[in-house]
Nanobody, 129 residues
Framework: QVRLVESGGGSVQAGGSLRLSCAAS????????MAWFRQAPGKEREGVAN????????YVVDSVKGRLAISQDRAKNTAYLQMNSLKPEDTAMYYC??????????????????????WGQGTQVTVSS
């Protein structure tokens, strides 16, 4: 069993920055791919970024590239989402998720939500104009 706890969300004005954290704990952290997803009210959940735990390669969707970046600290079993130049359309609940097996697409392209076994409770990001 893996427990994920997100933090760092909040309310900011457009152009501001936030850094989300996702701390993994539990019996074992065996996931090889950690990702951030977001879901805005009335919209479907969408993948934002993912990172491969054992090599560091990372992927960020084109729509947020240059503003959002994913990183990890394996020693702390923590993944981060640095969010800069925030826009109102970034307003959403942000979730982290982790797989329990190797996913070849991790760090190269979006990975489907179904690949992720464990999910955090989410952290709200609200960007005002």
């Amino acid at each position: 069993q893996v427990r994920l706890v997100e933090s760092g969300g909040g309310s900011v004005q457009a152009g501001g920055s936030l850094r989300l954290s996702c701390a993994a704990s539990g019996s074992t952290y065996s996931g090889s791919c950690m990702a951030w997803f977001r879901q805005a009210p009335g919209k479907e959940r969408e993948g934002v970024a993912n990172v491969y735990a054992f090599g560091g390669r990372a992927y960020v969707v084109d729509s947020v590239k240059g503003r959002l970046a994913i990183s990890q600290d394996r020693a702390k079993n923590t993944a981060y989402l640095q969010m800069n130049s925030l826009k109102p359309e970034d307003t959403a609940m942000y979730y982290c998720a982790v797989t329990t097996s190797y996913v070849s697409d991790c760090g190269r392209k979006l990975v489907a939500p179904a690949e992720f076994r464990y999910w955090g409770q989410g952290t709200q990001v609200t960007v005002s104009s």
